[in-house]
């Protein structure tokens, strides 16, 4: 299993909505990260988290709250969105490990639209 | 972080190699570079990566300058289903970051 499954895979919400965006892999990765993508721009890094540890946080605002119950699982808690926060968020994960065999694979993404 | 930068659109003919450049003028040399595509806002595809040494896999090739400061991916016959978004991408291992880069827009012509 090479997958990294991510829900919703949309999501519309208000300013005041309190939503959560889900992430899951199976694949024993120890290394797990959340991007944002707005439409013709690169996927921007948020947030890393490094066997269960938040270990990079790219100055996000704090209306993002993530959270790696386990090593399996990445959430992604949003309260109090704005419209320019609507964008494609990207999960992905990897081995965590030095050297070669350190790609990373990506979910397909949760289009959230903040109205 | 240190930026790659990349042509913002390149066309390649049906069959024909594609050659599409990175620049990454800043990366040290403990930082990999990845290559991935995205078709249509899916998720990105991993593609390959390299160190220092061209590498080669069934997908495509990596040439790496020797100063490191470029890089080159090559798909050697270009189908239509290869029309995506192609990133070139710096990884650094000590932190575990991926960091993209600008991308270029691949149209591939029938």
């Known amino acids: 299993d090479t997958e990294v499954t991510q829900t919703p895979k949309h999501l519309v919400m208000g300013m005041t909505n309190k939503k959560s965006l889900k992430c899951e892999q199976h694949m024993g990765h120890r290394a797990m990260y959340w991007y944002k993508q707005k439409a013709k721009k690169p996927p921007e890094l948020m947030f890393v988290?490094?066997?269960?540890?938040?270990?990079i946080n790219e100055s996000v605002p704090s209306r993002f709250s993530p959270e790696c119950p386990n090593s399996s699982l990445l959430n992604l808690h949003l309260h109090a969105l704005q419209p320019e926060d609507s964008a494609l968020y990207l999960c992905?994960?990897?081995?965590?490990?030095?050297?070669?065999?350190?790609?990373?694979?990506f979910g397909q993404g949760t289009r959230l639209t903040v109205v | 972080d240190a930026k790659t930068t990349q042509p913002t659109s390149m066309d390649c003919a049906e069959g024909r190699a594609a050659n599409l450049p990175c620049n990454h003028s800043?990366?040290?040399?403990?930082?990999?570079v990845y290559w991935y595509r995205q078709i249509h806002s899916q998720g990105p595809q991993y593609i390959i990566h390299?160190?220092?040494n061209n590498e080669t896999n069934e997908m495509a090739s990596l040439i790496i300058t020797e100063d490191r400061k470029s890089s080159t991916l090559i798909l050697p016959h270009a189908t239509l289903r290869d029309t995506a978004v192609y990133y070139c991408i710096e990884y650094t291992s000590g932190t575990y970051k991926y960091i993209f880069g600008t991308g270029t827009r691949l149209k591939v012509l029938a």
């Open positions: 800043t990366i040290s040399g403990n930082e990999y």
């Open positions: 988290y490094s066997y269960e540890k938040l270990s």
């Open positions: 390299g160190l220092k």
């Open positions: 992905a994960s990897s081995q965590a490990i030095r050297g070669p065999k350190t790609e990373a694979f």
